[in-house]
């Protein structure tokens, strides 16, 4: 049974040339697990925001949406509310109270649920999310990820039928995101919740899905299986859309010659899969099986005391006079031109190890030393708080004279910013009209304006397509061979593995290992690629699917 009809449907937004939803056809059935891909602004949030019709946004529309066959926007108020329920993108967009507990209690309490009721429903969902020692704390302090954590339990206490997430992965660290979506996997296969998913972190998500759909400038540029997806971006007219796919397929693709013949069952797509598929290679003596395979990718990182940059000895931080340490006893250095990624759990103090190491927060103990002469800049997790004016364009303006550009240096950095972030299309939009993704890559090009020696990222890739992931990559490289110093919090573990000169894990408020991603990554069971985890038993260090294919050419031309 259909639960979701698109007929033809078209949006634009006020003063745009363009459709943003441009004709979309498209039909859910009850039950399904939907993923929506995309690069950032191809109009996936805009679609979500049509399927929930308190949320959509102004502008000029046509074509119809049904819900169980009835037009969506005939719906009462009350079961629009209840059976269609949404996750945000950005998690501090949707809390309203000022406590875990009331939070919970405020969708129920807006339904006129009699107290028993909510009870009830309160108790099941603080159990099943762990949410039970967060209840009675403060929301400003919980982190990103537990945030978001909070928001989907708020929309499952009043049981919806169709559930819409919009990139609701990109604050959780890794562990956290796998819990999540299999969180969601259990309720669709459980509860016949209905599922659609905006999402760039695929290697989880994309398995479970029943059916993709591909959204390019607003047009819908595939639907069907992910298998059939796999097949079709492995051929060389959709050689782009292989960015999409799971790690494991990917590999696939490269490795064998006829992939796109293979027969749709024998394509994999979990690390279960690929591991499998690998390993029958190497009992086939396929090349580069037993070969020791490193990453070629990341530049070297200086580590002479002459290059430190920036230093923290003995660092130990507390938000209130009586409240836990949230850093405790934390060293870390940073050296001139490296790329030095930290990870951690959400909560871990990420986020409050950047405030401390750019000044905005003081620690209780230890010190912090930036080198003579050396100015940082800093991007924070919310990209909405660097914004002031009305206009994308004003922005980048104000930023630049800000930072003391001429008219001649700050056309030109601008310009160049605008193509590497892919953002001249929207100089004239309003900052918080653009895709979360887009508002990121903004917030980074107003920091870059100011010519930073260090740079200190708050999970720079949140957000972000794989096309702008590699384009973010490629500034940092440049900068960093102009000696410019970057250390970046991230949950972004394949970011971290191919691009990071060294890495670092925060635990219990300090550092407790840290080391060349090879030697980082090849030592966790969690928090390592999924190449990783597919061949470590063969290829103990590699960790991107250019490892292995460096291993394969090695033993290729040897043979």
């Not at 039950?31 to 502008?59: D, N, Q, Y």
């Not at 909560?347 to 003579?372: C, E, F, I, M, Y």
Request: with cysteine.
């Amino acid at each position: 049974m259909e639960i979701l009809a698109a007929e033809r449907l078209s949006f634009s937004y006020p003063e745009e040339d363009r459709d943003s939803l441009h004709e979309l056809s498209f039909t859910v059935e009850e039950g399904e697990f939907v993923v929506l891909l995309g690069p950032s602004g191809g109009g996936k949030t805009t679609l979500l925001r049509h399927l929930k019709c308190e949320l959509a946004p102004v502008g000029k529309a046509s074509g119809k949406i049904a819900y169980k066959g009835q037009p969506l926007s005939d719906l009462p108020a009350e079961l629009a509310a209840a059976e269609i329920g949404m996750v945000f993108q950005n998690p501090d967009a949707q809390i309203v109270m000022d406590t875990v507990w009331h939070e919970l209690a405020f969708s129920m309490e807006n339904m006129g649920y009699p107290p028993a009721v909510m009870r009830s429903r309160l108790a099941e969902i603080a159990g099943l999310f762990e949410l039970e020692p967060l209840l009675y704390k403060p929301v400003h302090e919980l982190s990103g990820g537990q945030k978001q954590l909070l928001n989907l339990a708020s929309v499952l206490l009043l049981q919806p039928k169709l559930l819409l997430l919009d990139e609701p992965t990109s604050q959780l660290d890794p562990v956290a995101a796998r819990e999540f979506l299999q969180t969601l996997h259990r309720l669709n296969e459980e509860m016949s919740v209905t599922v659609i998913i905006s999402e760039h972190r695929l290697e989880e998500v994309l398995p479970l899905a029943d059916r993709v759909l591909l959204l390019e400038e607003g047009v819908l540029r595939f639907q069907g299986t992910p298998r059939d997806f796999v097949r079709e971006a492995g051929q060389e007219l959709h050689a782009p859309h292989m960015a999409y796919l799971p790690t494991a397929a990917r590999l696939f693709l490269t490795l064998e010659p006829d992939a796109v013949q293979a027969p749709r069952e024998s394509i994999p797509l979990t690390v279960r899969e690929g591991k499998r598929w690998l390993h029958a290679l190497a009992a086939a003596g396929e090349p580069g099986m037993g070969a020791a395979a490193t990453g070629a990718s990341n530049l070297a990182a200086p580590a002479s005391e002459s290059g430190l940059l920036l230093s923290c000895r003995e660092v130990t931080f507390r938000y209130s006079k009586d409240g836990a340490e949230v850093l405790k006893k934390l060293s870390l250095s940073l050296y001139r031109g490296e790329l030095l990624a930290v990870m951690g759990g959400n909560g871990a103090g990420k986020s409050t190890l950047l405030h401390v190491l750019n000044g905005l927060l003081k620690p209780q103990r230890g010190k912090v030393t930036l080198a003579k002469g050396v100015t940082s800049g800093f991007l924070a997790q919310n990209p909405l708080l660097y914004f002031s004016y009305d206009t994308v364009q004003e922005e980048l303006q104000q930023m630049a004279e800000y930072a003391g550009l001429s008219k001649e240096e700050s056309g030109r950095e601008i310009a160049r910013l605008l193509e590497i972030f892919q953002l001249g299309g929207l100089l004239p939009s309003h900052p918080h009209d653009i895709s979360g993704g887009q508002q990121q890559k903004l917030a980074l090009a107003m920091v870059m304006l100011l010519g930073p020696g260090i740079l200190l990222l708050d999970e720079p890739t949140k957000g972000l397509d794989p096309g702008a992931k590699e384009r973010l990559a490629a500034l940092l490289g440049d900068l960093r061979r102009q000696g410019v110093s970057i250390l970046l919090v991230t949950h972004d573990v394949e970011f971290a593995a191919r691009y990071a000169s060294r890495c670092a894990m925060l635990f219990d408020g300090g550092i407790t290992s840290e080391g060349t991603p090879e030697e980082f990554f090849s030592s966790n069971y969690f928090y390592t690629t999924a190449v990783n985890r597919m061949a470590r038993e063969l290829l103990p260090q590699a960790l991107t699917i250019e490892d292995v294919m460096n291993a394969w050419s090695a033993f290729a031309s040897r043979s």
